[in-house]
């Protein structure tokens, strides 16, 4: 019987993907996590930006 995978499961699945192919391009771990924490606080400013309008 196949089961269907959790979205906690497709989640951590699709941050395996990323970081696997991050790491392929030849970035180390703390470059990613320095990629990732700035495109989320860039991401968090642009939702804050369009509330304010």
Do not use: H, Q, Y
Not at 18 to 41: C, D, H, P, Q, Y
């Amino acid at each position: 019987m196949k089961t269907t995978p959790s979205p906690k499961d497709l989640l951590d699945k699709e941050w395996i993907d990323l970081i696997l192919t991050a790491r392929k391009m030849g970035l180390s771990i703390e470059e990613i996590r320095f990629f990732l924490v700035n495109s989320s606080l860039s991401f968090d400013e642009e939702k804050s930006d369009s509330f304010e309008a």
